[in-house]
């Protein structure tokens, strides 16, 4: 196992811990955190229940914290690592951004910006997905089955 798939899986599993947050604050279960020069410099998760937004989710709300440690817009320098596919809203922020790498867990079928055909991120951004997918989508179908058992 080389030094980047360790490193990429633990900051992975800071974001999952995260996720877990989101969860227990009855949030849908998604957390991100932004890494800069081998450093967690942002941390977030799901929020859009608790801010009546939709539009903080996890990365939203990671972009924001990242660029306010960072004192600038632009996380050139900087990895997302996100539980879930990032949304087109997400991945366009991260575009404006210039985030140079995202990694992320589960792909979302249905919302998740690999299934556009024209290219959102930023074109220097490198992506990979899968990264703890399963136990990130198994997060996902926990908390939307007990949602759903609640009706």
């Not at 798939?5 to 633990?10: I, K, P, T």
């Not at 914290?65 to 539980?83: E, I, M, N, Q, R």
């Not at 899968?130 to 009706?151: I, T, V």
């Amino acid at each position: 196992m080389t030094l980047q798939v360790q490193s990429d899986e633990y900051f992975m599993k800071q974001a999952f811990r995260e996720a877990k947050v989101a969860f227990e604050m009855d949030e849908i279960p998604v957390g991100a955190v932004v890494v800069c020069k081998g450093q967690v410099i942002a941390r977030a998760h799901n929020l859009t229940e608790r801010l009546n937004d939709v539009t903080a989710h996890a990365e939203m709300q990671a972009i924001t914290a990242a660029a306010d440690f960072l004192g600038g817009k632009y996380l050139s320098k900087c990895t997302l690592y996100v539980t879930l596919e990032p949304c087109v809203m997400c991945a366009g922020a991260l575009a404006w951004s210039q985030i140079s790498k995202i990694v992320f867990g589960a792909y979302d079928k249905k919302k998740g910006f690999s299934l556009i055909e024209q290219p959102i991120l930023h074109p220097k951004t490198i992506w990979e997905g899968g990264l703890m997918g399963n136990e990130s989508a198994e997060l996902l179908q926990r908390f939307f089955a007990e949602k759903r058992k609640d009706k």
